[in-house]
């Protein structure tokens, strides 16, 4: 697979995967310096220009749903007791 078909593939894997959260508690506690996610997520800006999450907003939304499913892991550690 090419490079740009992985790329893709982690975009349409990230937008299934924030269709189960609320993005607006994700992006500012998991991936912070993604800029303009709102807009990302809908496609495009709100001058109707494309816009599309870059590579690295792809890497950092990696690690923040790293970060979540550890912390989900936690929580239920926690409240097994």
Do not use: C
């Amino acid at each position: 697979m090419r490079k740009s078909g992985m790329v893709d593939e982690k975009k349409s894997t990230i937008k299934i995967f924030l269709s189960f959260l609320n993005a607006s508690d994700f992006f500012p506690k998991y991936a912070p310096g993604v800029e303009n996610w709102k807009h990302k997520l809908r496609g495009y800006s709100g001058k109707k220009k494309p816009m599309d999450f870059t590579q690295n907003d792809i890497v950092e939304i990696t690690k923040g749903v790293k970060k979540y499913h550890y912390d989900l892991f936690l929580f239920s550690v926690e409240n097994e007791k």
